[in-house]
């Protein structure tokens, strides 16, 4: 079945430091790629995603690359805020929206930013 | 436009009682997901509706169950409730095309005592 692995943490960084978060998946066929953001007390939003191998996803300098022939999917930005601190998710899905029959998901990498 | 609406917020419930929690979505959206999420387990995809259909479903036992209106409100429903079954339980909804994205709630978080 598929499953999605990602660095648990927690990940403490100070601010401005470069960000990776690992994700690497398992999958048949070739599913659609995710990483979501939880904030505190919040749902999940989306952060940005992937559809097909060599792919860049990108939001807020945020940036993640779909990288088949390693099945992964790591999250990166270059200076890291302290309003990023949040739980991230990387996950996957037959589908571009991830609707449908589900997305599988990471257990969340928590990130923490200190100024 | 409002965001997806879950409630209650809270609850707190003991065991081999029954739950059931509600989600608005987004007006227009004819797709409903739920998923549960612990901290053991992560989130994990309990079913999905769509036009009061249940599309697809994953891996929980039969206590789990859910309803899809013609309004598109959903209910959940947990029936038998473990001491397991406390989790934060996350809507989503969408327009139901499979290329659309989710949007989710701020979860119900129920803890069985």
């Known amino acids: 079945g598929n499953s999605v692995t990602q660095m648990e943490g927690p990940v403490t960084l100070s601010e401005e430091a470069f960000l990776t978060i690992n994700c690497t998946y398992t999958?048949?066929?070739?599913?659609?790629l995710f990483w979501y953001v939880q904030y505190p007390g919040e749902g999940l939003q989306l952060l940005l995603k992937a559809t097909k191998a060599d792919d860049k996803g990108s939001n807020k300098g945020f940036e993640a690359t779909y990288r088949k022939e390693t099945t992964s999917f790591h999250l990166e930005k270059g200076s890291v805020q302290v309003s990023d601190s949040a739980v991230y998710f990387c996950a996957l899905s037959r589908y571009s929206g991830g609707g449908a029959d589900g997305l599988t998901f990471g257990k969340g990498t928590h990130l923490i930013i200190q100024p | 436009k409002a965001g997806v609406t879950q409630t209650p917020r809270y609850l707190i419930k003991t065991r081999g009682q029954q739950v059931t929690l509600s989600c608005s979505p987004i007006s227009g959206h004819r797709s409903v997901s739920w998923y549960q999420q612990t901290p053991g387990q992560g989130l994990q995809f309990l079913f999905e509706y769509f036009s009061e259909t249940q599309r697809n479903k994953g891996n929980f036992p039969g206590r789990f169950s859910g309803r899809h209106f013609s309004n598109s409100r959903s209910e959940m429903n947990v029936s038998t409730l473990e001491l397991g079954d406390s989790a934060l339980y996350l809507c989503?909804?969408?327009?139901?095309?499979?290329?659309?994205?989710?949007?989710f709630g701020s979860g119900t978080q129920l803890s069985v005592l």
């Open positions: 999958a048949t066929g070739y599913p659609s």
């Open positions: 989503a909804s969408s327009s139901g095309t499979v290329n659309e994205k989710l949007f």
